[in-house]
């Protein structure tokens, strides 16, 4: 192999940002679908698209009309519970669900399952199993983890790791029903301080090892054929650039010997890198980097480097030899175009009934009793409410990482085959000669003989997912009110949580007759009522198996103890016990999200809702409403929007005018900017101004793209991405004032919410 050959295998580029030409100009090792990724832009293509540009991409590998070699390129997918990314395909309960049934052979089914599914598109690597022992809760990957406990964890991932790839000793897996699977991240980035996303890890090298490091033996025993690098670091050192841990102890003493990837542009967090330079990352011992939308920029800073011999070429034959190794054991060059390889355009096995079986199963070893008065189970014969907006949703019962990176975007229509939690209760109840109804705020037409009100979190992943506290979003306690209300009428309330992690959720423990918790269960919602649903004796079908995979908090705080311990379950044979109140928390004292900067008619704690004209001293801070600002020029007003006065109402005369929320200290959106994430800001235009610009201010930047506020008369989601203001010169880890709306010209308008997200309504082009 040439030197650019080389240096190719050790770049991967995301859908998002490269196409077949630059993988046969480049020589690329791999791509990767993002998880707002698709062929042709399109992230909820249809699974033949999917196969095209497979066979398309590979084509253009193997294409050695330049005189290269044509190494067959390989295609990662985030395929973190089922494959996810498919529009049809089962969607498996998250890990946490799965760590809950304590069952490593269903795991190794569950795996399978994948594979073959992922198989189907023309894929041949996932990004899973995510192998993280998440310590603290508040995370928002906490969910991607089977359990706070090692052992449990180390007990699932060899089963999954088999599952995917087949036996340890296998090789050319594209003749079998496998894929080539990838434990991550190495290492710890579930025991980051206070559970921040990305964050640093203060504990000591025996907890680094014996809590975290324990699932990494089962995998390579197991032969897994990639690992991935955190972004996190430990004791203040990034682990993608920690050459002790990676090849001291990853690759030497633990002897594993398949390549080492890094997460999305995690070199660029490296002290010294940038997103486009950092040969440290390879010297630590990462072999292929993931370089989604700067592969372009690494590509040529490695091969400079190599060249003029910066890069010692035995690191670099050494990464090339892992990554060549991997495809030879994989078969990708015996093996032509993926959609002539085993199970490739065989549809039908997308949301197989055999697949769904198991996953039903999983959810039926999920589900986690924490109370029962003795109304369970459910008498099919009797009139069944099911109330809770989450009842008929088959992407909230999915949660993150579902057709979508943030699992948001999606309605039921993009879930074909599949089974709301709804749908399953009321095909449970009739077939035993029942009725059920479906009412999401509890009302109904005659008095049912029992309700069930599904409440809980909503989709998230990375970034988004992170909290201040154990407690459920305040938007999100509606449904406790709705629970207070049948129970007053002498109806039997069932609780039924859906949740990513243990959450402070104490009202509806105490007002409801039963609470089941049931995770992020997926396509097949019917494995709740298998278990919710008793038979027409009224004798349960299945029991409670689940136990939970983490302590249950107390309070909000963890520090406050545990309600309930790691291993806790209730079955049908669990005796009947009294209840004991548990203590309730006033939630507005509670700290809020760091996401959201406007809310509710007022900026966050920290924040303040200013009014200038753009020159120094000219602003006005609004504390209370009405306010004039500007001589005068400016009136602003109290609105309703979900809430009363929940929206701040500024009309402008004429002339400029500036509306910002500025926080003392500088806030750090680098690690949002370089995932994709946008500043939403939810507005009505009522009189639209001459022009607009949405911008951010720092100490020592000031950025702001032109946008166009048309007059709507009603609340409209808008979007800028946030990486528009950082290549617009906004300096993304020091803003003073990220979110700057200027207007000019007489305008009218009302600012409801201002937050960090995904789930625009309109994307904003960064002009």
Known sequence: MTLPEKIGQLVQADLCCVTPEDVKTYNLGSILVGGNSGPDGDDLAPAPAWVAAADAFYLASVDTSDGGVGVPVVWGTDAVHGHSNIIGATIFPHNIGLGAMRDPALIEQIGAATAKEIRVT??????????????????????????????????????????????????????????????????????????????????????????????????????????????????????????????????????????????????????????????????????????PDTWRPIYGDLLTRAEAGTIPIERIDEAVARILRVKLRLGLFDHGKPSTRPLAGEYDLLGAPEHRAIAREAVRKSLVLLKDQGVLPIAPGGRLLVAGEGADDIARQSGGWTLS??????????????????????????????????????????????????????????FQGDRATLALDTELTGPYETMRKLKAQGIPVIALMITGRPLYVNPALNTADAFVVAWLPGSEGGGIADVLVGDAAGKARFDFAGKLPAAWPRTPDMDNGALHEFGYGLTYDSPVAGWSELPEVDMTEVAGDSRLWFGSGKPAARWSLLVGDGTSGGQTRITTTPAEALGGRALVTAENFLVQEGAQRVAVASGEAQVSLRNFEPVDIDRETNADVLVLMTIKVRDAPDSATLGAIGPASNAAAVIDLPATGEFVRYGLPLKCLRDKGADVKSLTEPFVLTTRGKTDYALGEVRLGTDAEVVLPCR
């Not at 993009?414 to 709804?422: C, K, M, N, V």
């Open 122 to 291: 023309g894929q041949e690597w996932t990004f899973a199993p995510t192998v993280a022992v998440p310590q603290d809760f508040r995370w928002g990957r906490a969910y991607e983890g089977y359990s706070s406990d090692p052992q449990l964890v180390a007990s699932y991932v060899g089963a999954m790791v088999r599952g995917l790839q087949g036996p340890p000793t296998g090789d050319d897996l594209l003749s079998g029903p496998y894929v080539i699977a990838s434990t991550k991240h190495f290492l710890a980035d579930g025991g980051t301080d206070n559970g921040v996303d990305q964050g640093d890890s203060s504990i000591s090298e025996e907890e680094l090892r014996d809590i975290h490091g324990a699932p990494y033996g089962p995998a390579i025993a197991e032969g897994v054929s990639t690992v991935m690098v955190s972004f996190s670091g430990w004791q203040g050192k990034k682990m993608t650039g920690n050459s002790s841990l990676i090849t001291g102890v990853l690759k030497d003493r633990m002897d594993f010997g398949g390549f080492v990837v890094s997460d999305w542009n995690a070199h660029g967090q490296i002290v010294g890198c940038t997103n486009e330079s950092c040969p440290q990352a390879l010297m630590a011992g990462v072999d292929m980097y993931m370089a």
């Open 405 to 462: 990176w943030q699992g948001t975007g999606v309605d039921n229509s993009h879930f074909p085959g599949a089974t709301s939690i709804w749908s399953g209760l009321k095909q449970a109840v009739e077939a035993g000669g029942g009725s059920a109804q479906l009412s999401p705020d509890g009302s109904f037409s005659q008095k049912p003989d029992a309700a069930i009100v599904v409440f809980g979190e909503k989709p998230y992943a990375e």
